[in-house]
């Protein structure tokens, strides 16, 4: 014959476990029902990041456009890239103070102007411009024209 104390634990051990569960199931719904609203709030916030980029970069465009008198003084309509530059003086056989001499600039600004510390502006930006299209023979007569004057 089992003892009625062992019989009387088991009985509340089985009824506090179904009371138990049945508490805990409203929670586990709840659970669930956040982190679905969870989980779709971060992606309405990943959206509108992507969104805000892309009207940011959209209203950095508009100003640069907006502001005519900013790209004349920087050269107009010429692009600058400091590794194109280098790459087109390197494919001229060019030392930085022939370069300089051709754009009317010195040495130490070809260095400073491939390094990205500095741009060239307005006349220097037109000239080096003019370089991207002739070859090593004409570079190399203007060069003599430009030492036999200056």
Same mark, same amino acid.
């Given at each position: 014959m089992p003892n009625i104390a062992t019989v009387l634990k088991s009985e509340i051990v089985r009824l506090a476990r179904k009371q138990l569960r049945s508490e805990s199931e409203g929670l586990k719904k709840t659970i669930a029902a956040q982190r679905s609203d969870l989980a779709a709030l971060k992606r309405r916030v990943q959206d509108l990041e992507r969104a805000l980029k892309v009207v940011a970069r959209a209203a950095t465009a508009s100003k640069s456009s907006a502001k005519p008198g900013a790209?004349?003084?920087? #050269? #107009?309509?010429? %692009?600058? %890239?400091?590794?194109g530059m280098?790459?087109?003086r390197k494919r001229l056989g060019l030392s930085a103070a022939d370069f300089g001499l051709l754009v009317g600039a010195t040495g130490q600004s070809v260095y400073a102007w491939e390094a990205g510390k500095a741009k060239p502006r307005g006349k220097s930006l037109a000239a080096i411009a003019a370089l %991207? #299209?002739? #070859?090593? %023979?004409? @570079?190399?007569?203007?060069? @003599?024209?430009?030492?036999?004057?200056?």
């Open positions: 790209s004349e003084e920087e #050269g #107009g309509q010429f %692009r600058f %890239r400091a590794a280098r790459a087109n %991207r #299209g002739i #070859g090593k %023979r004409e @570079v190399a007569k203007k060069l @003599v024209e430009l030492k036999t004057t200056g």
